[in-house]
Nanobody, 126 residues
């Protein structure tokens, strides 16, 4: 499985940005894509997830209500729409794939994810 994340950049606080994660090489239809981020000096944290077969989603509290995850199964692409961005959202954002479509706080440990994209930098200026 190969993942390619894109869409990062510099945005002002209050603005919006959309990240994409293009996936290829899946041999199983039962999987989920998670979004993680890592700010300088901090641990990587899971912020969102979407399941392939039923589209179930999960969001971490810091992004709930501001970020929306979606997918285009035809194009094998997962999106993360980020609105009302804050300076504390500044981080390198990663998409990752795990087996099994269920999403929840219990699924957001990095050890569950078998393939990772290269990361894309999002910088939110105040």
């Amino acid at each position: 499985v190969q993942l390619q994340a894109s869409g990062g950049g510099l945005v002002q606080a209050g603005g919006s940005q959309r990240l994409s994660c293009a996936a290829s090489g899946f041999t199983d239809d039962d999987y989920a894509i998670g979004w993680f981020r890592q700010a300088p000096g901090k641990e990587r944290e899971g912020i969102s997830c979407i399941g392939s077969s039923d589209g179930n989603t999960w969001y971490a509290d810091p992004v709930k209500g501001r970020f929306t995850v979606g997918s285009d199964n035809t194009e094998k692409t997962v999106y993360l729409q980020m609105n009302s961005l804050k300076p504390e959202d500044t981080a390198v954002y990663y998409c990752a794939a795990k087996l099994g479509h269920l999403c929840g706080s219990f699924t957001m440990q990095t050890i569950f994810y078998v393939s990772w994209g290269q990361g894309t930098q999002v910088t939110v200026s105040s």
